[in-house]
């Protein structure tokens, strides 16, 4: 590909310049990142109304959910423990600590290979997730919901229209099908 890029004549820059070994690691943790904030910026919003959700918005914010679940589950330790083991070099050949290195040859008295360093920071993702994961989960189902409009004194609300061709009467009669007021532009 870079043979082909200077025959062409194109200088195409890095963005990333020194952090491009961890590129899918930096950007799979921004959207991440971007979609945590997100969630946290929705669950403080109140609920528009006390309607249930449509099944459209259902599946998408389904597919939002499942999304963030596989980057925080699945790409970001991956990216994590391959950037470590390529390019830190955080492998079973090298070590954190070495057997007898401190106090005179008597301490530690065994070898701690930087691979465990990189495998912790792992688990530590892994429980940092399932924390926020179970404390956005809480937070949604607890969310501020919109007060139903109530009706005036004395007022009962309209029947809902039914049967044949009922969107046709309903709009005739300038309701919806739960019996409240349309508004329409005509």
Not at 18 to 44: D, M, Q
Not at 117 to 137: E, K
Request: proline share 8%.
């Amino acid at each position: 590909m870079p043979d082909i890029v200077r025959s062409l004549g194109l200088d195409i820059p890095n963005v990333l310049g020194p952090l491009a070994p961890a590129g899918r690691l930096i950007w799979s943790s921004l959207l991440l990142a971007i979609g945590t904030v997100g969630a946290f910026v929705l669950i403080r919003r109140p609920k528009r109304s006390a309607e249930p959700a449509t099944w459209a918005a259902t599946i998408a914010g389904a597919i939002v959910v499942w999304a963030l679940m596989i980057l925080a589950y699945g790409v970001v330790p991956h990216e994590w423990l391959t950037f470590a083991n390529a390019e830190l070099n955080w492998g079973k050949d090298t070590y954190f600590l070495r057997e007898g290195q401190f106090l005179g040859g008597r301490f530690p008295p065994f070898d701690v290979p930087r691979f465990v360093g990189a495998d912790i920071v792992a688990a530590t993702m892994y429980v940092v997730f399932g924390v926020l994961n179970v404390y956005l989960f809480s937070a949604w189902q607890k969310r501020k919901v919109a007060e139903p409009a109530t009706a005036g004194e004395g007022e009962e609300p309209a029947p809902p229209v039914t049967g044949g061709f009922a969107r046709l009467r309903r709009r005739r009669a300038g309701v919806s099908a739960y019996g409240r007021p349309v508004t329409t532009s005509e």
